[in-house]
């Protein structure tokens, strides 16, 4: 990519940021070329579809989440790395309201732009589900595709204003319903000690 065309390209991706974090995953794409100071055709040179403008703000955050994982694969304590991971993965769904849907939908839609990251950040999460029903910690009835169906329906309160004061209690229920064998307090316990 040209220099130039580089250089409105990372510009593009700030401005849609911050319009997308504001108005969530319908915001106007007007409205992202308006801000940009581009004409539309612009934007869709670089963006040909709202899914792919989604995928090219959410690929950075997936590949630091899978980074993340990574790093919280080398935790003694995987039920709470997985927590962890868990927690971290809903926290970066807040930023861009009503993009949950569509991450759903795109898992099964290989066609879909955000198929390949959505891929990515289940997978990241499948390694760690897999270490805690390995070390005994997490139970064996569920697999990546639950993991990522429980990011979703979690992710989901956010965008539901009643629930929200609701959201962290019912992470910790189902983070309960994940781990065997832990008391919540004691799950407390041992991620603080490993930050």
Known sequence: MRADARK??????????????????????????????????TLYRHFPTREAL?????????????ERA????????????????????????HHYSGTIALMVAAISDED????????????????????????GVARRDMDGNDLFALISALAWLADQPPLVPRADNLFDIITSAILTGRPKADRGKAEAAQE
């Not at 990574?70 to 769904?93: C, F, H, P, Q, Y």
């Open 54 to 66: 989604l995928e090219a703000l959410l690929r950075t955050r997936f590949g630091e989440l899978a």
């Open 8 to 41: 409105n390209y990372d510009h593009l991706i700030a401005i849609a940021r911050d319009v997308v974090a504001e108005h969530g995953a319908e915001a106007s794409l007007r409205d992202v070329a308006r801000r940009a100071g581009v004409g539309l055709g």
């Open 70 to 93: 990574n790093e919280l694969e080398s935790w003694d304590d995987a039920g709470s790395a997985l927590v962890t991971w868990l927690r971290e993965a809903i926290t970066m769904t």
């Open 112 to 135: 879909s732009a955000l198929h390949a990251s959505c891929t990515t950040l289940r997978t990241a999460g499948t390694r760690l589900l897999l270490r805690a029903q390995a070390e």
